[in-house]
Structures are given as C-alpha cells and as structure tokens.
C-alpha cells in the first residue's frame, strides 16, 4: 500500500476489519476516539520538543527517528480513521467541506506567504 494508490475508504474499510477482528467497536465510543487521538499526536509531538523550525526538519531526516515518527504519525491518521468510522462519518467529504471554507477564510492574495489567522489578514 502507499499514497498513490490506496483510497481513503480502503483504509477505513481495512481499519474496520481490523477492529471487528478483535471486537474493539465497543471501546470505540467517539470520546475515547478523540482522546486516544490527542494522546497519540502528544506523542508525535513529542519527537520536536524544543526542536527550532530548522532542527525539526533534521530530526525527520534522521534515519532512526524518521521510522519512529513514521509510526507515531500512524497511530494518529488511524485514530482518525477510525473516529470517522465510529461517527460514520466520510472523511473525504469533511476535508473538502472545510478545505473550501478555508479557501474562503484564507484568499491567496491576501494570505499567501502569512501565516496570521484568517481575522487578521
């Protein structure tokens, strides 16, 4: 599997088969879902604490901490999957709803190269 080729419902539904494998929906309420997801990109996080903007951009080239970052970040798109499964919710269709009302907040003319909030531009 990679990027290019698996669909974002290919990943639900396989994520899906996996929870039902192990008859984990019963832990999956929406709530534990959310937390799990916090906790988890917590963790991502964790690997640039105190990282300037250039170091962070090392420490994802380094061999080593690229494979653990590579599995925290993981761990963070399944939470999310699987919230988008528990809620039956289409991830696709949320990401386009908000990428255009993004496009909306944020005008290139007026927000390219900014990095201020949609309020102050």
Same mark, same amino acid.
């Given at each position: 599997?990679?990027?290019?080729?698996?669909?974002?419902?290919?990943?639900?539904?396989?994520?899906?088969?996996?929870?039902?494998?192990?008859?984990? !929906? /019963?832990? =999956? $309420?929406?709530?534990?879902?959310?937390?799990?997801? *916090?906790?988890? &990109?917590? +963790? #991502?996080?964790?690997?640039?604490?105190?990282?300037?903007? !250039? /170091?962070? =951009? $090392?420490?994802?080239?380094?061999?080593?901490?690229? *494979?653990?970052? &590579?599995? +925290? #970040?993981?761990?963070?798109?399944?939470?999310?999957?699987?919230?988008?499964?528990? $809620?039956?919710?289409?991830?696709?269709?949320?990401?386009?709803?908000?990428?255009?009302?993004?496009?909306?907040?944020?005008?290139?003319?007026?927000?390219?190269?900014?990095?201020?909030?949609?309020?102050?531009?």
């Amino acid at each position: 599997m990679n990027d290019a080729t698996t669909t974002t419902g290919e990943l639900k539904a396989r994520l899906l088969t996996f929870v039902r494998e192990r008859d984990w !929906e /019963q832990f =999956h $309420a929406p709530k534990n879902l959310s937390m799990a997801l *916090a906790a988890e &990109a917590a +963790e #991502l996080m964790e690997h640039f604490l105190w990282a300037t903007p !250039e /170091q962070s =951009h $090392a420490v994802v080239r380094d061999p080593v901490k690229r *494979a653990k970052i &590579a599995e +925290e #970040l993981a761990d963070v798109v399944i939470y999310a999957l699987e919230f988008a499964n528990a $809620a039956n919710l289409d991830l696709a269709a949320a990401i386009e709803a908000k990428m255009s009302a993004n496009a909306k907040k944020y005008p290139v003319e007026k927000a390219k190269g900014r990095s201020e909030k949609y309020t102050e531009l």
